[in-house]
């Protein structure tokens, strides 16, 4: 089991203030969110979003918390080729035992809190105006209850991919400071499962199969989203940094740099592919470019050189571009945030990306980050779509068709996100 890491007290000071801005990336998601969907479900979606976050946040210290630990606190071990590898922790709920004054274990407690909250608010931008918010609020809670702390465990909290590096010599072990897979991916895929279950919004596809564009209500929110994006980001890859990896606090500008680079990057990169295909830059994929480009350089934020940085974020946001179109004409995949492009595969290019470009002591980093990201796409993958199936066999997760008509604000919350004006019209002529 991997030793519990000491921080300075310049280093604790720094990771407070990180995490005190880090919520900010859960503001921007949430915004993006809003502004990509259409106004008649504008207040749904932001009511969803404040209730992913507080279910999350609860859960996560009833129980969540205890699956992840920190490392060096107790956990259940398989013993594997002679040497003990960590599966998940054993901490007591509600955060007892912890220190409440500032030890590291409690900032990485603060940090799943926010994580699993980030990773919540993900699928929430796939399932938008026809999720329902009693089923949003209940696979939250299954992913900030398990989910997401078990493979926070295996990364954060001294688990068995942590430890393949010094169990087996693999670089540092599976590298994932500010979360492009325990987040990210996590979320993407929650995001996969619960698109593939709802199906696509009524009128999305024609007759003939081909996709309608439904564009955003608010190009405002969605811009906007991504500028407070960038502040939490920082605030988030610095805190993984000083906890996970114990960097010294000038490494803290690198981290800063390389956040930047990345989503900057990233929003050229989407911009010149639409530019490319379409003959202007469309602004949303612009946005969703510049989060992919955030969401790829998180993992190793703190080992690359700003070239690679810049290189990882410019591929990224080609890739988000390039996928979103491919999910919703060739696989009928309704995403409206693009989640599953900006978080499950954007996160994946960051993990392999980063594990063969960052600087680490060593060797074997690629081949750690490639059992990461295979351990994500062959078990999480399947255990998230499995959880989410059957909750769709008790519950259902989508909203009734009428409801869908007249939109989700009106359906569930009773009232519109903007009441002084008429926000849509009903086309009976689309399925």
Not at 383 to 390: H, P, Q, S
Request: with cysteine; glycine share 16%; hydrophobic share 50%.
């Amino acid at each position: 089991m991997a030793a519990s890491p000491v921080l300075s007290d310049s280093q604790t000071l720094l990771c407070i203030v990180a995490l005190l801005i880090a919520p900010l990336a859960c503001a921007g998601l949430a915004l993006l969110n809003t502004g990509l969907g259409r106004a008649r479900s504008a207040a749904h979606t932001m009511t969803g979003a404040l209730c992913v976050m507080a279910v999350a946040a609860c859960v996560y210290v009833i129980c969540g918390h205890s699956w992840q630990g920190f490392a060096g606190d107790s956990s259940r071990t398989f013993l594997l080729g002679g040497k003990p590898w960590s599966f998940i922790g054993t901490v007591s709920p509600f955060l007892a035992g912890l220190s409440f004054d500032g030890s590291p274990a409690l900032l990485a407690a603060w940090m799943g809190m926010i994580g699993a909250g980030l990773a919540g608010l993900i699928p929430l931008g796939s399932g938008s105006e026809r999720w329902r918010l009693s089923a949003v609020c209940i696979s939250t809670a299954i992913l900030a209850g398990w989910t997401f702390p078990l493979f926070a465990h295996w990364a954060w909290g001294g688990g068995w991919l942590a430890q393949l590096g010094s169990n087996y010599g693999l670089g540092m072990g599976y590298v994932d400071l500010g979360g492009s897979g325990t987040i990210q991916v996590v979320g993407g895929m929650t995001a996969l499962s619960v698109t593939w279950l709802l199906g696509p919004r009524r009128g999305k596809f024609g007759y003939d199969g081909m996709p309608s564009a439904i564009p955003g209500h608010n190009a405002v929110y969605i811009l906007f989203g991504c500028f407070l994006a960038l502040v939490g980001w920082t605030g988030l890859n610095s805190a993984g940094a000083l906890l996970f990896a114990g960097v010294q606090p000038g490494r803290l500008a690198l981290i800063a740099v390389n956040t930047f680079l990345g989503a900057a990057a990233g929003g050229l990169g989407a911009a010149a592919i639409t530019r490319s295909r379409f003959g202007k830059p469309d602004s949303s994929l612009t946005a969703n470019g510049w989060m992919g480009g955030l969401v790829a350089v998180s993992a190793t934020c703190a080992f690359l050189p700003p070239a690679a940085a810049l290189f990882i974020g410019l591929a990224a946001g080609a890739i988000v571009a390039l996928c979103v179109e491919l999910f919703e004409i060739h696989l009928d995949i309704d995403d409206p945030g693009g989640s599953i492009s900006v978080h499950a595969v954007a996160g994946i290019w960051g993990l392999l990306a980063g594990g063969a470009l960052g600087r680490f002591p060593g060797g074997g980093q690629f081949l750690a980050q490639v059992i990461g990201v295979a351990t994500l796409i062959g078990f999480v993958f399947p255990m998230t779509f499995g959880i989410n199936w059957l909750l769709d066999r008790i519950m259902g997760l989508r909203a009734a068709p009428d409801a869908e008509r007249q939109g989700m604000d009106l359906a569930e919350l009773g009232a519109g996100a903007y009441p002084e004006f008429v926000t849509h019209t009903d086309d009976f002529m689309q399925r």
